[in-house]
């Protein structure tokens, strides 16, 4: 990738005698699919575009694209939780 | 006193008070001292999760929500919700993309999107692109700011732009003088505020005017009495692409804005940005809620106060008096509280315009530094020299978008600000793919670059404001009417509208694929990249990741 590099390990890298902290694991985590749930939620306004049924006095278009906040909460703290855990050295 | 008269009060003694905190703000954590830019442009790099979480907060969540969202909401219905999905997809995205760009700008010293971009690709010509762009999208952003402290004075009948002045020049000063550290203090009265106000308005408010149902029925009424298809408490079926892709776009956009790169970046390490991406949504069930204030509007009969002129279509139609949209929240809290706390309300709105306002002039200040002055003016400036140029260049800033909010009508305000989303989104390719692939080539981004803003004022040039009326669709404006573009425009068959930046985002990312291959092919020189894999991963603790909080003073340690 990077043009300058010279084939040595850097630090971080496998290899280099300073490993450092390097957030590696946490990038590659089957967990961040999980990410994409939320978006998938929203995105496609068919799935929540009427107003049957209603909760709390609102239509489901309001109070379904509400209550998948908490949803997008829960599944960032799993990724987050998941990164951590398995990043821990 | 008169009702008006204790609200102006109010608000008067609260922007006393965060004028205070703004100017006290420079002494707080106060690290090398103010003469290097990573301290007065990113408060030294130090801020702990609960800072990192207000400043955030405060920069995404602006005056803009709080008024130009539910005026949305109460004009057309479900299509003014999109703010909702909106700040739903933009966390997940930070998440992933710009936990690397604050690790990359932590080994290099990268203050901008536009520093990063001239490391990894070893263009001067691409960085001053995004730097440019950046500083072009960020200005109608802070007039629009400005626009949300004219609607509260508009609400409280104060005619006249001099208290407008005024509140700007107190920011422009007390940001100045303290850098990124007054609006994330300041940002914690903000919210304080803005929580109380809401928290209060959707209790209260439904139950005074007949429950959710009444409300939503309210609003069901006055769209059906519209002679307009495209509003409603739904959206229409032609309305959903739309809806889907502003979102999204906006989303993208909020994610490259040169202010969020700076709230980001001024984290301590990538632990404080993870946390916050799942405690932010905590801002986006606010909005949520904020927008429903549309609504409310509409069940209490708030009529937006009228500018004084005349809406006339272009061939001639009268179309009635024009009205700010942006009046219906000030003047539903004016109208339904008692004055003491819709002075609360009005504060909350004021106070919320100034915080953006200052990072956002803070982030095209240091662009302007970075990515301009220090690359073609003064290649040899000091950090010191560098701190002066961003302090001054905050200032021009700000007297630009107040000079713009003078000038220009306040009722497009919201338009301004999605044509610059429109505009950011065009950096996409070199910042935000930039992170995760070397792949594409300088030149090819250039290129991508240039036909996705072409395709953008072309599209925005051809989108028409009309007003529907019983006798038909009248024009308005033909030019930069929104950022709908209508795909019947392209030679399809459908009603269907997508957002203007998406489509500008599909042509730039072709262009700058086949410019790629093209160029490789053609074997031209690419730049030299000076990052590497792991400096995308680094955290705080890496010996490469320079620790400035080991100089900082252990005050007012809010670290969770």
Known sequence: MSDTDTGAPRPGEPGHPDRGRIDRRSERSPWNWLLLLPLLAVLYPPLYNRTDPWLFGMPFFYWYQLAVIPVSVVCTLLVYRAGRRKGAR | MSGHGVELAIVTTLFVLVTVLGFVAARWRAGAGLAHLDEWGLGGRSFGSWV???????????????????????????????????????????????????????????????????????????????????????????????????????????????PLIIAFV????????????????????????????????????????????????????????????ADGILLPGSGQLGYATLALGSALALMLYPHSVTGVLAARDRGA?????????????LLGLLALLGYLAIAAGVKPVATGATLTALDGTRLGPKTDGNTIVPLL????????????????????ALVPAAIMSIAAANLWTRNIYKEYLRRDATPAQEARTSRWASLVVKFGALLAILVLDPQFSIDLQLIGGVIIVQTLPAVGLGLFTRWFHRGGLIA???????????????????????????????????????????????????????LALAVNLVVAAVATALLRAAKLPDGTDVTGPADYLADRGDPRVVDLTRNHLPLGNLRA
């Open chain 2, 273 to 285: 940005i993870k946390r916050n991406m799942a405690a932010l949504p905590a801002y986006s069930l």
């Open chain 2, 333 to 352: 809290f004016d109208h339904q509280f008692p004055s003491w706390f819709a002075g609360i309300a009005f504060a909350a709105i004021a106070i919320g």
């Open chain 2, 448 to 502: 991508g670059w240039l036909a996705g803003m072409l395709g953008a004022f072309w599209m925005l040039w051809n989108v028409p404001q009309a007003v529907v009326t019983p006798a038909g669709v009248k024009v308005v404006r033909e030019h930069f009417g929104g950022s709908a573009f209508a795909l019947s425009k392209l030679g399809l068959d459908t009603g269907n509208t997508v957002y203007v930046g998406f």
């Open chain 2, 170 to 229: 107190a920011l422009a000063a007390y940001t100045y003088s303290s850098g990124l550290r007054a609006p994330a203090l300041i940002a914690f009265v903000k919210d304080a505020l803005i929580y109380l106000v809401i928290i209060v308005a959707v209790i209260y408010l439904p139950a005074r005017l007949g429950g959710g149902h009444a409300v939503f029925a309210a609003a069901q009424a006055k769209f059906a009495a519209t002679p307009n298809p």
């Open chain 2, 52 to 162: 990192t979480w207000f400043l955030i907060g405060g920069d995404l969540y602006t005056a803009y929500t709080f008024v130009a969202v539910p005026a949305l909401v109460f004009g057309a219905g479900a299509a003014g919700f999109f703010a909702v999905p909106y700040t739903i997809i933009v966390y997940p995205m930070v998440f992933l993309v710009l936990i690397r760009l604050w690790s990359v700008s932590h080994v290099h010293g990268f203050v901008t999107p536009a520093d990063f971009v001239r490391a990894r690709y070893g263009s001067p010509t691409l960085a001053l692109l995004v730097a440019i762009t950046g500083i072009v999208a960020t200005m109608p952003y802070i007039a629009l700011q400005l626009a949300g402290i004219q609607a509260v004075l508009t609400a409280m009948g104060i005619s006249g732009h001099l």
